[in-house]
Structures are given as structure tokens and as C-alpha cells.
């Protein structure tokens, strides 16, 4: 074997090793090439985890970062998609436009001013829901919650906005309150909102003021906070005491279609009125029947 077979061309002076010091040397102490002049907000973060040349950002075997960003709290799947084609998302700091794109599941990801902007721009409504009305798309000869949130049936403070019908657009029910029920239900334009009091994980509770007749032993008390099932699935567990003699108080973490109803019904009480007086830390307290609210600020589930 010839020399030239042996051993390969030298490298040029200044290059090869030294080269490979330096970027060894700049990895090492944290430096990260990016693209310069972005600029963005972090909205919510996470340690960053790189995969590959590009931050965060993986091929196939990654988690779309629409997906990411609703687990996360940051927006809903929907906004996700809008605001990932505007360029408003940052994957470990590097603008992300492509719909579809994935990133590792523990990438950094942050939003745009602009997302922010118009994420606080989004109405949350309290309304006090009476019964005879449906709380989510009407059946026929039913009538929608959402037509009780008009100017003459609003709630103001000097420091609150005044009703415009532009609070209607894309206003939906966070949660189902049944049509012979009464008491507290929110309105919202806000994915995050939503997803906070009714997504899979959600771990905000909803209290309940239930009148029942008929006769309730310790079995059925017991049964009743933990051990039903509704459609063969076991419930969550539940706090359930008495108020008074026909009176209880259940605080659920679920929302099973008529739930409490059918509850009562397994442990042989019918249910005569039944209302929603709190979901998390927000209380109907005063609001009149019928009437409405904004979110105040600061304010919070």
C-alpha cells in the first residue's frame, strides 16, 4: 500500500482539530447558534431539550407542536394552528411557521407578543343560568344560556366594559349545566379557559347545592362520594354531606351528563332542585338570576 492510500491529505493550517476545538469549546459553555433580530415573549417554558442542528424542532418521531401547546396551557389547538402559520411560536427561540411541524416533547416553546395580545383580548362570562335553558347548542324548542348575555341583563362596574356583540362571537359553554338545573355557568372565548375547567386533566371542582327527597342511609352517603359508576365507568371521588334535612352539598371533579341527578337516583333519592354555586375559586355569590358578568382581572379558576 501506497503512502497516499495510507494516509489521507493533510489538513489545511488553522483548520481540522482547531476548528473542532472551538466548536466543541462554544457548545460546552452554553453558546447556541440562532437566528438573529427574533424577538418574542416567553408566555410559559420549559428546560430546552435540542434535537438535531435545529432547536426543539425533530422530524417525524417528534410531538406536533400544536399538540404541545394545548397540553401546556399556552392556547388551544385551534389558536395553535392560526398562530403557528403568523409565525407568532418559538421552539427554543427559533420562529416556527410550517403547520405540522413537531418538536421534542420537552422543547421550549413560547409565544409572540402579538398571541398574547390577542389571548387577553378574549371575554370569559359569568353567567347566572336559569332553569329552562340549555347550556350548550339548543334542541328544538329550547332556548341557548347564551341569549341571556345581551346589555339590559349585564352586571357593570364602573370599571367593566360595557356589552358590544362582538362578546358573542365564538363564545361557547366551558361545561354543561342541565336544562332543569340553575346557578353558575361560564361563557368563554378562550381556549386556555376552557381547556383549564373541562379538558381530560382538568382538576377544578364544581360545588352543588342539591335538594332531594326520600331517605339516605351512611351505605348510600358512602356510595355516594365514592363507588358509583355512570355507563360503566367508575365516577371520581366526590365530597358529599348533608346541609339539612333535604338539603346536600356535592363538589365534584367531574361533569358526567346529569350526573348528581343520576347519582341520587342509584342510592334511591330524586332530585328536586339543584344548583352550581362555585367551580374552582369563583363563586356565583350575588349575581341575580339571569344576569351576567365579565371576568374581572385577576380574577381566576
Not at 23 to 30: D, E, H, I, P, S
Not at 110 to 124: F, G, I, M, N, P
Not at 147 to 161: E, F, G, W, Y
Request: net charge positive.
Amino acid at each position: 500500500m501506497s503512502d497516499g492510500q495510507r494516509r489521507g491529505p493533510a489538513p489545511p493550517p488553522g483548520g481540522g482539530r482547531a476548528r473542532g476545538r472551538k466548536l466543541v469549546a462554544g457548545v460546552a459553555g452554553g453558546k447556541r447558534p440562532g437566528p438573529a433580530g427574533l424577538q418574542q415573549t416567553p408566555a410559559l417554558a420549559r428546560p430546552s431539550a435540542l434535537t438535531g442542528a435545529a432547536a426543539g424542532v425533530t422530524g417525524p418521531g417528534g410531538v406536533r407542536i400544536s399538540k404541545l401547546l394545548a397540553e401546556r396551557g399556552l392556547c388551544s389547538r385551534r389558536d395553535a394552528d392560526e398562530y403557528i402559520a403568523r409565525g407568532w411560536v418559538f421552539v427554543d427561540g427559533r420562529r416556527i411557521s410550517e403547520l405540522g411541524t413537531r418538536a421534542d416533547p420537552g422543547a421550549a416553546i413560547t409565544l409572540d407578543r402579538q398571541a398574547q395580545a390577542k389571548q387577553q383580548s378574549r371575554l370569559t362570562i359569568l353567567l347566572h343560568k336559569p332553569v329552562g335553558y340549555v347550556s350548550g347548542q339548543p334542541e328544538p324548542g329550547c332556548t341557548p344560556a347564551a341569549s341571556l348575555i345581551r346589555a339590559d341583563t349585564q352586571v357593570r362596574t364602573p370599571d367593566t366594559p360595557a356589552f358590544h356583540p362582538s362578546c358573542l362571537h365564538g363564545l361557547a359553554p366551558a361545561g354543561r349545566l342541565d336544562i332543569d338545573s340553575t346557578g353558575l355557568l361560564i361563557l368563554t372565548q378562550d381556549g386556555r379557559v376552557a381547556r383549564q375547567l373541562i379538558g381530560e386533566d382538568s382538576m377544578i371542582d364544581k360545588e352543588y347545592l342539591v335538594r332531594v327527597v326520600g331517605h339516605l342511609d351512611d351505605k348510600g352517603l358512602a356510595l355516594l362520594r365514592h363507588g358509583l359508576s355512570l355507563d360503566d365507568r367508575k365516577l371520581k371521588r366526590a365530597r358529599v354531606e348533608w346541609l339539612n334535612d333535604d338539603q346536600l352539598r356535592f363538589v365534584l371533579l367531574e361533569g358526567r351528563k346529569r350526573q348528581i341527578r343520576r347519582m341520587c337516583e342509584l342510592v334511591g333519592l330524586r332530585v328536586t332542585g339543584l344548583k352550581r354555586v362555585r367551580i374552582g375559586a369563583v363563586r356565583l355569590a350575588d349575581l341575580p338570576l339571569g344576569q351576567w358578568r365579565f371576568l374581572r382581572p385577576g380574577e381566576t379558576f
